[in-house]
């Protein structure tokens, strides 16, 4: 509590005295459990008490080739801070949780070129650790933008639909630019991230290139820009909206009676209109669209 605490050297050593009368185990227990609440120049302070032959233990922990204690070092090191010498390498260990782990500990201590490590192995990694990587990103939020554009910007192939995801739910600005630029790649599912994530980021500015979309030869695509279309609120977009009612894919007229809905007052208007339509898929869908709205 005295090292957490605002206080001249003499309090900090103080707290240190009093840590180094604890056993090993004890003070990497306590460190540990005072890191994880605190945060900022509380942080901080923690962070200087590892200093020493603490971080050195750890440090070698991390290097160890037993899971368990490069495990333990990480869990370790995320709470407290420290550890740059061995962290960033984790980032890339052969274990999915250290892995995951050493992508907290980015979140919490990382410097730029961890931000960046990070970021690449988003491209990269599957499964849990591609989850963990993907939410440290997000955390970052802005942090994260210059070395997430540029991996984007670089990228290429459906490794792309994971980090144009992530830049949608970062949403910062800077990467607009970076996301819009795949909205004609060869591949639908990169295409149709890419208009999902500009709505995100971009809103209602959007609204041109997601109509452009309407016409994609892949329903994959024309789905994502009907949804862009209604998450972005764009009302005047609704008579192009309305003709995806009429579209073969299931997929897009389902897409298109949401959108509509989302819409409210004009899409409701659109709806309506359409349960006379000469199509019997846009009269079927917009009966559904507009019952689902009354029992919601």
């Known amino acids: 509590a005295a090292a957490a605490s605002p206080g001249g050297a003499d309090a900090h050593e103080a707290a240190r005295a009093a840590l180094a009368r604890l056993p090993r185990k004890e003070q990497l227990f ?25 971080e050195r233990r750890l440090e070698r922990w991390g290097r ?8 333990r070092a990480a869990r370790v090191l995320t709470a407290t801070g420290g550890g740059s010498a061995v962290m960033p390498r984790l980032i890339e260990d052969g274990d999915p949780l250290v892995r995951a782990q050493a992508a907290m500990w980015v979140v919490r201590h990382g410097d730029d070129d961890a931000v960046a490590a990070l970021v690449r192995h988003t491209l990269h990694d599957e499964g849990l650790t591609r989850f963990a990587s993907a939410d440290a990103v997000v955390r970052l939020g802005s942090r994260a933008t210059p070395a997430l554009a540029a991996a984007i910007r670089d990228g290429s192939g459906l490794s792309l639909v994971v980090p144009l995801r992530v830049a949608g739910h970062v949403g910062d600005l800077g990467l607009l630019d970076a996301v819009l630029a795949h909205r004609h790649a060869p591949e639908p599912a990169v295409r149709a991230q890419a208009l999902r994530s500009a709505a995100r980021i971009g809103g209602i500015a959007q609204a041109e290139f997601l109509l452009d979309a309407l016409d994609d030869p892949d329903a994959e695509v024309r789905v994502a820009a009907v949804e862009g279309l209604g998450r972005i609120g764009a009302w005047r977009t609704a008579p192009q909206i309305g003709r995806a009612l009429r579209a073969q894919a299931w997929d897009v007229r389902r897409a298109a009676g949401l959108a509509l809905l989302a819409l409210d007052a004009p899409g409701q208007l659109v709806l309506r209109r359409a349960l006379d339509d000469d199509d019997r898929f846009a009269r079927e869908m917009a009966r559904r669209a507009l019952d689902e709205e009354r029992v919601g």
Not at 66 to 71: A, D, K, M, S, W
């Open 64 to 71: 160890a080739r037993g899971r368990r204690p490069r495990l």
């Open 30 to 54: 306590v460190l540990a459990r005072t890191g994880e609440r605190v945060s900022g120049e509380a942080c901080e302070r923690v962070t200087r008490l590892v200093e020493g032959p603490l």
